[in-house]
C-alpha cells in the first residue's frame, strides 16, 4: 500500500512499494493520459511532475513518490503556464497520433516554470521525449509562442 | 515482345473473366452508398442523414468517419468534405469513427494495388483499376492505409453532404407549403423570404424525406470549407490527454494481460513452469498461446494490473524451441539477398525499348548497388488489444487500420459466432495497425476468461522483435549515357520480401500465392515520371522467415533511395547539375517538374554554403502526389550528419487542408529521416537484436532539422494522399547532401560515414 499525493489529492495505492508511478496513475488510479511507450525512461510519454519536476513514471517506484507532490496531464491545469501552453499547442495544430502529447505538454510546463524565455538550445535540452509523428517544429515554435503569452500576462 | 503481348493478354483475359464476374454480382446486387449502417440507431436527439452524418437537435452535426484516425488529420479532412456540400458551419462538425459495415469499406486501397503505372490510362490499365474497385466494394473491408482516405471518400462524402442538405431544403420546404426550389441555405440554417429555420429544427422531419440518389455538387469556385486550414477536431482532447487510444480503454473488472513471444521467428513452446508466478498477488491466469498464422507462440499471464502482469510473467521459466530459423542472421540474409540479385528469377514490371541491348553496347556504363535494413515500426502507442468474451459475443476494443479484419479473425479464436468492434485512436499507425497479431491473441486469451475483459499489452520489446518489418531490400542499378551525357539505357533490378503476398498469407493461409505481382516491391521504380528511350525494371521475389509488412510508403521509401541517389550519381557522371539533369528528363512531365523547381528555387539551390555543408535534392511521385526535397547536411569533424533545413514542396492536387497536408510533410520526412539516420533491425541467432528505444534510436527535437513546405497548386482535376509521400525523398536528399559535402556515395542505409 502506497499514499500518493496525485493532482492535489490524496490517494491510497494498493500496490507493491516497487511498482512503478505509471501502473499506479493508470491502472490503479485510472488516470490514462500519463501514456507507457517504453518502460525505460527512453522516450518521455510518461512524463509527470513530481515535485514540479519532469519525471519519467515508468521507472519511479512509488516508494520514491511518497509525500511528494504530483501532477499529470489530468491536473495540468492547476499549473501556471498550462493555459498558455494549450493554447499555443492549439495555434500551431501540435498533435497529430496525439499519444505522446501529454508527455510533450507536461515536458513544456516544467520548462517554463523554470525558465520563462527559453532558447532554441534550451528546448532542445529540455525536450528530448520521443514524437514519431514528427511533431517535434511545431512544439518548439509553440512553446516559444506560450513563453510569449506568459511574458505578456506578467507584464 | 512476343511472350510479353501473350503476357498481357493472359491478363487481360483474366481480368474480363474476373470483371465479368465481379461486375454482374455488383449490377444485380447495386450499391447504395448513401443508406444508413445496418443496426445502428441514433442517440437520443439525432438523426442519420445518409450514412454519413447525424445532426442534433442543437444543430450539431457528427460526421461519421470510414478511416481511422493515426495522425494523419482523416477525422478533420473528410468531415469537411461533408460540411462543404451541407452548407453547415463548421464549428459545428464532431466526428465519430464509423462502425464495421460495409458501406465504409475502402475500394480505393484496393484499385491502387494494380501493378499500372499512374499515368497508364490505356484499356487495360482502366479495365484493371475498375474490376479492382468492384472487387473491393465486394470484399467490403473498411482499412486505412494507401493514403487513400481523401481520396476514396472525395466523392461520396460530397455526395452525402449535399443530398442531406437537400433533405432538410424539403423538409423546409413542406413545412412552409413552397418548393424547394424557393429555399436557400447558408451555414446550417434553410432560408426562404421572410422566414428561417436552423438544420436543427427541420432534422426530424428530413430525416423522413427521402435520400436522393444523385444531388447537385457545388462547383470547386464557390468551396469555403475545402482549402481552408480548418483546425484539427482532435487536437484540443490531444493536447489535454483526453484523447482515448486502445490502451486507455477501462471496462468495469476488466484485467490486464502481458505477453512473451518466441523470439525466434517460427519458433515453438518447449515449457513453461508458471508455478511461482501463479502465486504472485494479483495473477488471475497464465495462457499458453500457440503460433498461428498471423502470430507467434506465446506464454500470457492476466492480473489485475499490467505490472502484476508483467512481473509474474518474467517470473516464468520459459524455453523455446527456436524451430528451423535458430541460426538466422544478417550476414547469411545479406548473403541470400545478394545470390538472388545475381542470379535470382526476376519479374518484369517495366519494359521500355530494349535496355539490355543498349547497355550492352555502352560506351560509358555506370553500375553501383543499393542496400537498406529491415525496419520497425515503433509506434508511441505500443500493441495492445481489449477483448471480452461474453453470451456468445466478443467485443473488441482495438486501434486498428482495418476494423473489417478485426472482426472476422476474432471470431475464430474466441470460438463466438459474433464479433463487435469498437475503434479508439491509434497511437501512430504506419501499417503496424493493419497486422492482426494482438487481435487473435487478445480473443484467444478472453475466450479462456470468459465474462471478464482483458487488456493485452505488448511491451516495447514484444512490438520492436514481434513487428511485421519494412522489407529489407537490394538493388543492381545500371545506366548507359548517350553521347550528350543524357540516360539512353536504365536497368533497376531489386530484391525483397513481398508485403502483399505476406499479409495475405497471414490473414488468409489458404490464398498464399507468389503468382500475383506484388505493385509494393517495384512501386517508386516502375512508375517513373522520366524520359527515358531504354529501361528495364525487375524484381527478384524472396522468402525469409522475417515477416514484413507495409510501412509508411513501404516500397517508395527504399526504391526512391535507390533511383534518386543513383540519377545523382549518372548526372555526377555526366558532368550535369543534379536539378539541370532531372529537368532535361522532365519535359513531358510538367507538374513533376515545377514541383521540382519550386524546391530548389526554395533551397537557394546553387547558393554558396557554409564549409563541410552540402546539399541535396531528390524527387519522388507516390500516392499520386508529387514530391520533391532539398536537404542541406553539414557533416562534423567525427563523421557525424547534421541535417540543418529540409525545403519541400508537393502537389497533391486539390490541397482539402493545407495545414494538414504542411504537417503531413513534415511528419513524412522526420519519420524517413529516423531511417535515414538511424533505423536498422539486424538479427542474430534467429532473433531481432534490437530492443527498445536505446539501441534503436529516432530523431528527436535536438536533431529535427527546420523544414519548410510549400504546396505547388494544379487545380482541381487530380487528387493524391499525403500521409505518406512526404517520406519517400528525404532519405535520397540527404545522402546526395552528404555526397555534395564530402564526395562520398552512400549507397546503404542507415547513413554512416566511412
Known sequence: MA????????????????????????????????????????????????????????????????????????????????????????????????YCQPGMVMAAIALLESNPAPTDADIDAAITNVCRCGTYPRIRTAIHLAAAALAKEAR | MKSRLRRRLLIAAGLVGGAFVVGGYLFYRGRDRLRLPEGVGAPKGEAWLTGWLRIGADGAVTVIVPRQEMGQGISTALPMLVAEELDCDPASLAFEQAPVDSLYANATMIADGVPFRPDDHGWLARLARHSQYKFGELLGVQATGGSTGVRDGWEVMRRAGAAARAMLVAAAAERWGMASAECSTERGTVHAPGRSLGYGELVAQAARQPIPANPELKDPARYRVIGTSLARLDVPAKTEGKAQFGCDVRLPGMRFAAIAQCPVFGGSLKHADASKARALPGVQAVIELEATSTSAAAVAVVADGWWRAKRALDAIGIEWYAGAHGELDTAALREAFTQLLERGDARTYETLGDAPRELAAAKQLIEARYEVPYLAHATMEPINCTALVKDGRCDVWVG???????????????????????????????????????????????????????????????????????????????CALDAEARIRAWHHRAVSQSCTGELTARLQPAAASDLMKDKTTAEGAFDLAYAMPHRLVEHVLAHQPVPVGFWRSVGHSYNAFFVECFLDEVAHAARR????????????????????????????????????????????????????????????????????????????????????????????IVYGLTAALHGEITLKGGRVEQSNFHDYEMVRMADCPKIETHIVQSGWEHLGGVGEPGTPPIAPAVANAVFAATGQRLRRLPLRLA
Not at chain 2, 487500420?401 to 463487435?420: D, F, H, I, K, N
Not at chain 2, 567525427?638 to 492536387?653: H, K, T
Open chain 1, 3 to 98: 499514499r500518493l499525493s496525485v493532482n492535489g489529492t490524496g490517494q491510497d495505492v494498493p500496490l507493491e512499494e516497487d511498482t512503478p508511478l505509471l501502473w499506479a496513475l493508470r491502472d490503479a488510479l485510472g488516470l490514462t493520459g500519463t501514456k507507457f511507450g517504453c518502460g525505460i525512461a527512453a522516450c518521455g510519454a510518461c512524463t509527470v511532475l513530481v515535485d514540479g519536476q519532469t519525471t519519467r513514471s515508468c521507472v519511479t517506484p512509488l516508494s520514491a513518490v511518497a509525500g511528494k507532490a504530483i501532477h499529470t496531464i489530468e491536473g495540468a491545469a492547476a499549473r501556471k503556464p498550462f493555459a498558455a501552453v494549450r493554447a499555443a499547442w492549439i495555434a500551431e495544430q501540435v498533435a497529430q497520433c496525439g
Open chain 2, 400 to 478: 486498428s487500420q482495418a476494423p473489417t479484419l478485426v472482426q472476422w479473425l476474432a471470431a475464430g479464436p474466441a470460438g463466438v459466432g459474433e464479433v463487435r468492434v469498437h475503434t479508439p485512436f491509434l497511437g501512430g499507425g504506419f501499417g503496424r495497425r493493419a497486422e492482426m497479431d494482438v487481435v487473435v491473441q487478445a480473443a484467444a486469451i478472453a475466450r479462456r476468461v470468459p465474462g471478464t475483459p482483458v487488456q493485452l499489452l505488448w511491451s516495447r520489446e514484444e512490438d520492436m522483435q514481434h513487428d511485421v518489418y519494412r522489407p529489407m531490400a537490394l538493388a543492381r542499378l545500371r
Open chain 2, 577 to 668: 547539375d543534379p536539378v539541370e539533369f532531372r529537368r532535361a528528363m522532365l519535359a513531358g512531365a510538367p507538374r513533376h517538374l515545377r514541383v521540382l523547381e519550386t524546391a530548389a528555387k526554395a533551397a537557394g539551390w546553387g547558393e554558396p554554403l557554409p564549409p563541410r555543408t552540402g546539399r541535396g535534392i531528390a524527387l519522388a511521385e507516390s500516392f499520386h502526389s508529387i514530391v520533391a526535397q532539398a536537404a542541406e547536411v553539414q557533416v562534423a569533424a567525427d563523421g557525424g550528419l547534421r541535417v540543418m533545413r529540409v525545403v519541400c514542396a508537393i502537389d497533391c492536387g486539390r490541397a482539402v487542408n493545407p495545414g494538414i497536408v504542411t504537417r503531413q510533410m513534415e511528419s513524412g
